[in-house]
């Protein structure tokens, strides 16, 4: 089993910053692939980024050059840096984890999920 617990979700200003943290617990092979994705109400949920346990990542063109996902091994953290915030990022934000990665960010390829933390961009 793994367990995902995200933090750092706030309101913030248009053009500012936050950061998510991912703290991951259970077996690591089951968290080879860690990814966030976020919903907004009414709307689908979408991915955002996700890294590898070896160090490979990919990012959702909506985000590619303002968002950066990391990790932390001793930590067993995973974060996600958001830069130039703007109203269209509010949503929960999920993060999400799994063995295996095919390559396109498809919620329902996650196998565990934490319970979201919330960010609010005020338009």
């Known amino acids: 089993q793994v367990q995902l617990v995200e933090s750092g979700g706030d309101s913030v200003q248009a053009g500012g910053s936050l950061r998510l943290s991912c703290a991951a617990s259970g077996h690591r092979t089951s968290r080879k692939w860690v990814a966030w994705f976020r919903q907004a109400p009414g709307k689908e949920r979408e991915g955002v980024a996700v890294i590898s346990t070896e160090g490979a990542l990919a990012y959702a063109l909506p985000v590619k050059g303002r968002f950066t996902i990391s990790q932390d091994d001793a930590k067993n953290t995973v974060y996600l840096q958001m830069n130039s915030l703007k109203p269209e990022d509010t949503a929960m934000y999920y993060c999400?984890?799994?063995?295996?990665?095919?390559?396109?960010?498809?919620?329902?390829?996650?196998?565990?999920w934490g319970q979201g933390t919330q960010v609010t961009v005020p338009s």
């Open positions: 999400a984890a799994n063995s295996r990665y095919g390559g396109v960010l498809n919620a329902a390829d996650l196998a565990y």
